[in-house]
């Protein structure tokens, strides 16, 4: 995931966004500005309250700052979120969608050993607006896969293994039923894997690897599949380790990247200082990796480490009572 060198000063998108995406923000920015990088944040304005504002979800101003940027950090979106998070991806050609799934102490994850990285072609599938309509009988949605994309997103998934020191990727698809489609895919990721003969593969049928994902989540290292196959089960493997507010995701393309939470803008608390800022978190460490400042990532996410060991200081979805700014001051004391 890394750029070319690391610098010394960074221009960094700053979308918050609707509801706790402002809270959980404020908090993860509150802890980058202890690491010492010279960070210059460009704010952006997008989503619900955006569109309230202005009459639009994502106003060229925004699109043009995260163009500009070497990165961007985003919160959340409410209602707009479709119009602002896929135009994004679409606008920025952000083809790989990255959603870790990783177990930590003190939470409520399933299981102790899970560690994978769920790595989702972003561009194409079901998701585009366009070729979904209406129809006098009811409505039709046609699904895109061009080899282009997934040649594109299944290399990048190899290459993610072989320089993260993964030993396996796994294929995951509905070949059995979307002959054309997915036995493409199915055929691709075969073709691509001949040019990484260190890495094990294997395929499975995405109901398969739902149920495997609660039954054998250990055996997962790094799984590459499709847009609505890849979101659903993003879902179930935040579900495995204790919920949303513990899953970040990167965007990543040619012409730049997007760090954000996975959770959405929870408007029943916002406001109300009980935000997880973990997941926005883990988010810019995503973020620091991508602009090579690995030794700051390391340090801050042994911070959050520190706090989820010791257990004292987690938010109400932990099973604690601290708000996300004292959660915040918590990750920052253990800097």
């Given at each position: 995931m890394n750029t070319s060198k690391t610098k010394n000063n960074y221009q960094i998108a700053i979308v918050p966004g609707d509801g706790i995406g402002k809270e959980v923000m404020e908090a993860t920015i509150f802890v980058l500005d202890s690491l010492g990088i010279d960070f210059d944040y460009?704010?952006?304005?997008?989503?619900?309250?955006?569109?309230?504002?202005t009459g639009t979800a994502l106003p060229k101003?925004?699109?043009?700052i995260i163009r500009k940027a070497d990165a961007c950090l985003f919160?959340?979106?409410?209602?707009?979120?479709?119009?602002?998070?896929?135009?994004?991806?679409?606008?920025?050609k952000m083809f790989a969608n990255l959603r870790p799934v990783k177990a930590y102490p003190n939470t409520n994850s399933l299981f102790d050993n899970i560690d994978f990285m769920i790595v989702r072609e972003n561009t194409e599938g079901m998701y585009i607006a366009d070729?979904?309509?209406?129809?006098?009988?009811?409505?039709?949605a046609r699904r895109i896969i061009t080899r282009e994309a997934e040649e594109r997103i299944i290399d990048y998934a190899f290459n993610y293994a072989l320089k993260n020191n993964k030993s396996k990727v796994t294929a995951v698809h509905k070949a059995n039923v979307l002959k054309k489609t997915d036995g493409l895919f199915k055929e691709i990721f075969y073709e691509v894997a001949e040019k990484y003969p260190d890495i094990a593969t294997e395929d499975f049928y995405v109901?398969?690897?739902?149920?495997?994902?609660?039954?054998?989540?250990?055996?997962?290292?790094?799984?590459?599949?499709?847009?609505?196959?890849?979101?659903?089960?993003?879902?179930?493997?935040?579900?495995?380790?204790?919920?949303?507010?513990?899953?970040?995701?990167a965007n990543i393309g040619e012409?730049?990247?997007?760090?954000?939470?996975?959770?959405?803008?929870?408007?029943?608390?916002?406001?109300?200082?009980k935000a997880n800022p973990?997941?926005?978190?883990?988010?810019?460490?995503?973020?620091?990796?991508?602009?090579?400042?690995?030794?700051?990532?390391?340090?801050?996410?042994?911070?959050?480490?520190?706090?989820?060991?010791?257990?004292?200081?987690?938010t109400g979805d932990l099973g604690g009572s601290a708000t996300t700014m004292e959660l915040a001051q918590a990750v920052k004391n253990n800097l």
């Open positions: 460009v704010y952006g304005e997008a989503g619900d309250e955006c569109l309230e504002k101003e925004t699109l043009d919160g959340a979106a409410g209602e707009t979120a479709a119009d602002v998070i896929v135009k994004i991806r679409q606008e920025m070729e979904e309509k209406y129809t006098d009988e009811g409505a039709v109901d398969a690897t739902a149920m495997y994902l609660i039954t054998q989540p250990e055996n997962f290292e790094v799984i590459v599949t499709t847009n609505l196959f890849g979101d659903i089960l993003s879902d179930e493997g935040a579900g495995l380790v204790g919920g949303l507010g513990l899953i970040p995701s012409d730049g990247a997007l760090f954000e939470p996975v959770h959405g803008s929870a408007p029943d608390i916002a406001g109300e200082g973990i997941a926005m978190m883990l988010s810019s460490i995503m973020m620091l990796r991508y602009i090579g400042e690995d030794e700051a990532a390391d340090k801050f996410d042994a911070a959050i480490l520190k706090v989820l060991n010791d257990g004292n200081v987690l």
